[in-house]
């Protein structure tokens, strides 16, 4: 459910939002996050709950989204570069905060940054197995993710007896990083997807890219009021405080004063009404210069 509270927004200064971080000026306990547009906002939301002192620094690649329907090397070069992007601004902790992005890329980042603690969104595949009542299941999720490696060994390893309905859904990722969550368009759309699991008779969906939360409430009016939703963002936070909690640069010790910075390679505006309205905390918004 969207935050009825918004937030407020402070306009950030280019040189304080693009600036790289250098020796002695690293803010303690920054952890950097990044989605190809305003999905990632889930993630942030639920991090922010889980770890109230720490300071978060998000990247919305809005100019690039939505990534579900880019090309593989496309993902993996622009997760690289925002990676990057995000170290050199002082991260010690990465969360991929896209379930594209993980699928295509997040081998690549951990094995380029061994030493980085890297927590990935991916699709709530096994709490959905087990939560189902009847064995039934679907996925809701972005072309690039259904077509992975990743994703398909994920279906390998946890799905055994159960029937899974797998749905892409291109186009939707795309309208609600528009900003078109509550129009006419993405009921219809819903409807379209959605059908197929109503005639499968699915008890759980797994919510499989982190912009769809904030269309929860349409698509559970697509699937009826029996369907439970999977979404992976609260399980994603608690393991991103866990690492936390065990991580050496936690002793770097935690500002009195935490900050939560919003960075966007789209239209600076365009990330600033989605976060007043889904999230509930201050945050600084202004360009990803660089990016």
Request: proline letters at 6%; a positive charge.
């Amino acid at each position: 459910m969207i935050a009825p509270h918004a937030a407020r927004l402070r306009a950030a200064m280019p040189s304080d939002v693009s600036r790289t971080i250098v020796s002695g000026s690293t803010p303690a306990n920054l952890i950097g996050v990044f989605d190809s547009g305003v999905g990632g906002l889930s993630v942030l939301r639920s991090l922010h709950k889980q770890l109230p002192a720490a300071q978060l620094l998000y990247v919305a690649d809005s100019a690039n989204a939505p990534y579900g329907e880019r090309s593989d090397v496309f993902i993996a070069d622009r997760s690289q570069r925002i990676a990057s992007h995000l170290l050199a601004q002082g991260a010690q902790m990465l969360v991929v905060a896209c379930n594209t992005a993980t699928a295509i890329a997040v081998a690549s980042l951990r094995e380029r940054w061994p030493d980085l603690p890297v927590v990935a969104v991916e699709p709530g595949i096994k709490p959905a197995v087990a939560a189902s009542r009847n064995g039934r299941i679907g996925v809701m999720a972005t072309p690039a993710t259904l077509r992975s490696d990743k994703f398909l060994k994920l279906l390998a390893a946890h799905t055994a007896g159960a029937e899974v309905h797998l749905v892409p859904c291109p186009g939707l990722a795309g309208l609600i990083e528009q900003g078109h969550s509550q129009d006419r368009a993405i009921t219809q759309l819903l409807s379209t997807l959605c059908a197929p699991l109503g005639q499968a008779m699915v008890d759980t969906v797994v919510l499989g890219c982190t912009h769809y939360p904030f269309v929860s409430a349409q698509i559970q009016a697509a699937l009826g009021t029996e369907v439970q939703r999977i979404d992976t963002a609260e399980a994603v936070a608690r393991q991103a405080a866990r690492l936390f909690d065990a991580s050496a640069f936690k002793s770097h010790g935690t500002s009195s004063n935490p900050r939560v910075r919003l960075q966007t390679t789209g239209d600076v505006e365009h990330l600033r009404r989605p976060a007043q309205s889904w999230l509930a905390f201050d945050c600084e918004v202004g360009p990803a210069t660089g990016l």
